[in-house]
């Protein structure tokens, strides 16, 4: 369905989705479109400041939609989506999510794009009992603990911790350790559950915090936050930040002439095309989470293949140029897909069982969920960027630009430190 769908009347909606489902299955010969579709619904940030995030998912579901259809459909059934933009407002998610399941009729649920727009249809999901994937979320399921619940970002059972890890434990290689340590993130429900994990990794770790604060998501000038945290002097710097806040944090950290031993965090949208080309060497030297980069670790079959097809589309979608993040969105679809023709029927229960006790092999490697649904073995990736010169995306092809250091199964170099060190190489 458009996405221009969001606004239409009941009657407008009704009469689309007969449309859609007439020519869906009324256009061809084969029995497969001739059925009945499967149909999957699901909000997206179409709008909005995730639109950069929600344009490169939905990207990465069609090319696994028209994939699947071209094979004959799942169970001789079409595949449909049933989608509407949630504008990035979490507070679009619930009804969206209502009317999916009691007006459009879905057959199975994704979400939209990260934790602030998937916990919001959780009430909803579970009072339908129906399985629920997660398009990268961090800690949603851990006070609903939803045995339906599914979530593709490699988080694993370290939970909240994970999007913090793998930095605390590059600091651990430098000598002499690191003593102290900031952590500031936006005040949203992302930020929170980040900096949750980030405390129990830097308690354990023995840092002491001599910075703690969340800044507001609206934040325009995040000079006076770099300045609070410059002042209390900390060896690492963490934060926790959307995009809006994630390219603020950066240049204010390079307006002021801050240098901690490291600078970086979970940091969304520095891995996207468009914000490295806006900031380009101003990301030297920072240390984020990624889940896929160009280097030689990460070649997982059949990922080089998707990764061509959705460059052939970005520019007609009007979306990030290189999606090194769509494969996810694929991948969840891989694993559903796989779950609905292993059990032989449209059976909510039955799919949710088999994906808590199977392997499945993606274009993102192989996933086993653990009992909350996330991945049994996390495998979020830390990585140093280097050597990047001025705004020409194409260099974000090769490897070396995004240099994995953790974790130790895929690292691919070693941590290049203090910061201003680490911004010329």
């Known amino acids: 369905m458009d996405k221009k769908a969001a606004g239409l009347t009941r009657r407008q909606l009704l009469g689309t989705a007969a449309t859609a489902g007439i020519a869906a299955a009324g256009s061809a010969q084969s029995p497969a479109r001739a059925a009945e579709p499967i149909r999957i619904g699901f909000a997206m940030s179409l709008t909005g400041p995730g639109a950069g995030a929600g344009k490169m998912m939905l990207v990465g579901r069609e090319i696994w939609k028209d994939e699947i259809n071209a094979k004959g459909g799942l169970l001789g059934r079409p595949v449909q989506f049933v989608y509407y933009d949630d504008q990035s407002n979490p507070g679009n998610v619930p009804g969206l999510y209502a009317k999916l399941i009691d007006l459009d009729r879905v057959d199975l649920l994704c979400s939209s794009f990260g934790t602030n727009q998937i916990a919001p249809a959780m009430p909803i999901v579970m009072a339908k009992n129906m ?44 000598n002499p350790v690191p003593r102290t340590v900031a952590l500031a993130g936006e005040d949203t429900e992302f930020g929170q559950n980040v900096l949750a994990g980030a405390r129990a ?174 991945w049994e073995k996390s495998r979020i990736l830390f990585v140093q960027y280097r050597d990047i010169r001025g705004d020409d995306v194409g260099q974000f092809r090769q490897p070396g630009k995004a240099v994995i250091l953790y974790p130790p199964a895929l690292k691919t170099g070693d941590l290049i430190h203090p910061f201003t060190r680490a911004r010329t190489q």
């Open 201 to 374: 990794n830097v308690a354990r770790l023995g840092l002491q915090v001599v910075y703690d604060r969340n800044f507001p998501a609206s934040t325009v000038d995040h000079t006076p936050v770099v300045r609070a945290i410059q002042s209390a002097r900390p060896d690492l710097v963490f934060v926790a930040s959307y995009p809006v806040g994630s390219v603020g944090m950066v240049r204010a950290i390079n307006e002021t002439g801050f240098t901690p031993q490291i600078f970086g965090g979970a940091m969304i949208g520095l891995s996207f095309t468009a914000i490295k080309a806006q900031l380009g060497p101003l990301l030297n030297g920072i240390v984020i989470n990624e889940n896929y980069v160009p280097e030689p670790s990460m070649k997982f079959p059949g990922i080089d293949v998707f990764l061509e097809q959705y460059q052939s589309r970005a520019k007609a979608a009007g979306t990030d140029p290189l999606g090194f993040w769509s494969p996810f969105a694929y991948a969840e679809l891989q694993i559903l897909g796989q779950a609905v023709t292993a059990v032989g029927a449209i059976d909510q229960a039955r799919i949710a069982d088999y994906m808590h006790r199977t392997s499945f092999r993606t274009i993102v490697g192989d996933v086993k969920f653990g009992p909350d649904g996330e």
């Open 131 to 174: 399985v629920y994937m997660g398009l990268f979320g961090t800690g949603v399921n851990d006070t609903f603990r939803y045995d339906r619940y599914f979530q593709i970002l490699p988080n694993g059972p370290e939970g909240n911790r994970s999007l913090s890890l793998g930095f605390f434990e590059a600091a651990r290689t430098i």
